[in-house]
Nanobody, 124 residues
Framework: VQLQASGGGLVQAGGSLRLSCAASGSMFRINAMGWYRQAPGKQRELVAVITSSGWKNYGDSVKGRFTIYKDNDKGTVYLQMNSLKPEDTGVYYC???????????????????WGKGTLVTVSS
């Protein structure tokens, strides 16, 4: 499984960005896809995840502002980020896993496949 993320960039506080993650390869093996982020000096944290059945989970700091959704035909997951804040700055990583372990354990260790990160910078 290969994951290709895109859509990062520089935006002012209050603005919006949409990230995309396209999966290729053995996509039948994917049952969960999502986004994690890592800010300088901080641990990688959950942003949002969605399972093949449509179950979703969000990190507490992004609830109500970010929305994750998927296009099964395209094998792509999107992250719509609204009302961005400077503390949303970081490298955003797309991740996927054959299981739905992430439903009970949202740590990054629950995801097997990782794409290269895309940088999101929110200026104040």
């Amino acid at each position: 499984v290969q994951l290709q993320a895109s859509g990062g960039g520089l935006v002012q506080a209050g603005g919006s960005l949409r990230l995309s993650c396209a999966a290729s390869g053995s996509m039948f093996r994917i049952n969960a896809m999502g986004w994690y982020r890592q800010a300088p000096g901080k641990q990688r944290e959950l942003v949002a995840v969605i399972t093949s059945s449509g179950w979703k989970n969000y990190g507490d700091s992004v609830k109500g502002r970010f929305t994750i959704y998927k296009d099964n035909d395209k094998g792509t997951v999107y992250l719509q980020m609204n009302s961005l804040k400077p503390e949303d700055t970081g490298v955003y990583y797309c991740a996927a896993d054959p299981t739905t372990t992430v439903v009970s354990d949202s740590r990054s260790e629950s995801m097997r496949y990782w794409g290269k990160g895309t940088l999101v910078t929110v200026s104040s």
